[in-house]
């Protein structure tokens, strides 16, 4: 009988493909005889190939189950596991919104809800609630977007009825869409447990990182302390003595102020331009709570490759922006504080698709008309942005 010896004292091991074959050709000749052919165009041949596919198959199974414990590597429910650990959740989808929506018709009309409306590019929307038209024959009212996901409506982009409603004639967004977006992968949920395992505590350090990143539209944030009794100039932010100062991209100016003033070292100053007032929950005073918002950095990015077989010039910014958007494995740069490094751009390109040659990645600041390969250095109160249309793919 064969001794599968896929789990040891060491963890989980998967085998040479070679190896378990040679296992399994070995059992064949043990039974029947040394001289047995077993080359993989004979009868038995092509059962030992099927054996060996279904061992190795059995043992990756056995490594990646078993490495659902591994937080780095889980991933499903298991990793919603291991985040619920310390109190955090995967960001469920989300799906745009249009507020304050003017429908138009014959007065005294009634607007059910879930009656369509659509945008130029055929994006759906459902009417939150039912209305009725005034006696103007106009109303008000909010619609959702029927697909999950980050679907952008400018002002005046929702401009056709969709459903047959009788007396309900125009339909126009003064405002832009709230976007949505779509659930939270592995791969994002993977970064921001690495970022909240602190959230169940306070005071120190990585208590408040923590919070902030549980913030639900909280996407990055760069965190200074100066525990001095001067006051310092620290990575080129001005700090009070015994202060904090945070940099923070999404949330709003309230639901940051409120984990700044909750984790926060009692005793302990801010710093930054924004400044919300916090009641304490004790006694209702009024506590100023500052905190930054980060300058954007409006990148152009040109990406020169080798003439392909496969269309670069749709396919590239597709990856570029997969990189941009944190949905791959590896670190990210277009964060709060961090730099952008050409490098890691064509770096981030072959890891989703090596048969692209990457010759030369270059940067330059919207409207600044130079063009560099060198890292763009980017300050902690700065973030670097971009967008598909900004990415220039050259073939030479």
């Known amino acids: 009988m064969a001794s599968y010896e896929f789990i040891t004292s060491r963890g989980v091991v998967i085998p040479d493909t070679a190896s378990t074959r040679d296992q399994v050709i070995a059992?064949?000749?043990?039974?029947?005889?040394?001289?047995?052919?077993?080359?993989?165009?004979?009868?038995?041949g092509?059962?030992?190939?099927?054996?060996?596919?279904?061992?190795?198959?059995?043992?990756r199974n056995n490594a990646e189950l078993a490495n659902q414990i591994n937080p780095s590597l889980s991933g499903g429910?298991?990793?919603?596991?291991?985040?619920?650990l310390t109190g955090g959740q995967r960001?469920?989808?989300?799906?745009?919104?249009?507020?304050?929506?003017?429908?138009?018709?014959?007065?005294?009309?009634?607007?059910?809800?879930?009656?369509?409306?659509?945008?130029?590019?055929?994006?759906q929307f459902e009417l939150v609630s039912t209305v009725v038209l005034s006696s103007a024959g106009v109303a008000t009212g909010n619609l959702?977007?029927?697909q999950d996901?980050?679907?952008?409506?400018?002002?005046?982009?929702?401009?056709?009825?969709?459903?047959?409603?009788?007396?309900?004639?125009?339909?126009?967004?003064?405002?832009?869409?709230?976007?949505?977006?779509?659930?939270?992968?592995?791969?994002?949920?993977?970064?921001r447990r690495a970022q909240t395992l602190a959230l169940q505590t306070t005071s120190i350090n990585e208590a408040i990182v923590s919070r902030l990143y549980s913030i639900e539209a909280v996407s990055s944030c760069y965190y200074l302390e100066n525990y001095a009794d001067v006051d310092q100039v620290i990575d080129g932010i001005p700090l009070r003595k015994h202060s904090i100062w945070a940099c923070v991209d999404g949330g709003t100016d309230q639901e940051v102020a409120q984990a700044l003033f909750e984790t926060k070292t009692v005793g302990g100053g801010y710093n930054g331009a924004v400044s919300v007032q916090i009641p304490d929950p004790v006694n209702g005073r009024l506590y100023e709570v500052k905190f930054d918002r980060p300058e954007n950095i409006v990148l152009l990015i040109r990406v020169t490759v080798r003439a392909s077989p496969l269309d670069v010039q749709q396919l590239v910014p597709d990856l570029i922006m997969n990189y941009v958007n944190g949905d791959i494995e590896g670190d990210v740069s277009f964060v709060v504080g961090s730099d952008v490094s050409t490098f890691e751009l064509a770096s981030a390109i072959n890891q989703q698709e090596p048969t692209i040659f990457v010759k030369k990645v270059e940067l330059s600041?919207?409207?600044?008309?130079?063009?560099?390969?060198?890292?763009?250095?980017?300050?902690?109160?700065?973030?670097?942005?971009?967008?598909?249309?900004?990415i220039q793919v050259v073939i030479a």
């Open 77 to 84: 429910v298991f990793l919603d596991s291991l985040v619920a």
């Open 365 to 390: 600041v919207f409207g600044s008309g130079t063009w560099s390969a060198d890292t763009m250095e980017i300050a902690p109160n700065q973030i670097a942005r971009t967008q598909r249309s900004s």
């Open 91 to 123: 960001r469920s989808s989300v799906r745009s919104l249009i507020v304050g929506a003017v429908l138009g018709g014959v007065p005294g009309t009634n607007v059910p809800a879930g009656s369509i409306a659509e945008t130029e590019q055929g994006e």
């Open 46 to 59: 092509a059962l030992i190939t099927r054996i060996t596919e279904e061992r190795d198959a059995i043992a």
């Open 144 to 146: 959702r977007a029927l």
């Open 149 to 191: 996901g980050e679907i952008v409506v400018p002002p005046g982009g929702l401009n056709t009825v969709a459903s047959s409603v009788l007396g309900w004639e125009t339909i126009s967004n003064p405002d832009a869409a709230i976007p949505g977006r779509v659930e939270e992968n592995d791969v994002l949920l993977r970064r």
């Open 27 to 44: 059992e064949f000749r043990a039974v029947f005889g040394d001289n047995m052919p077993v080359d993989p165009a004979t009868p038995q």
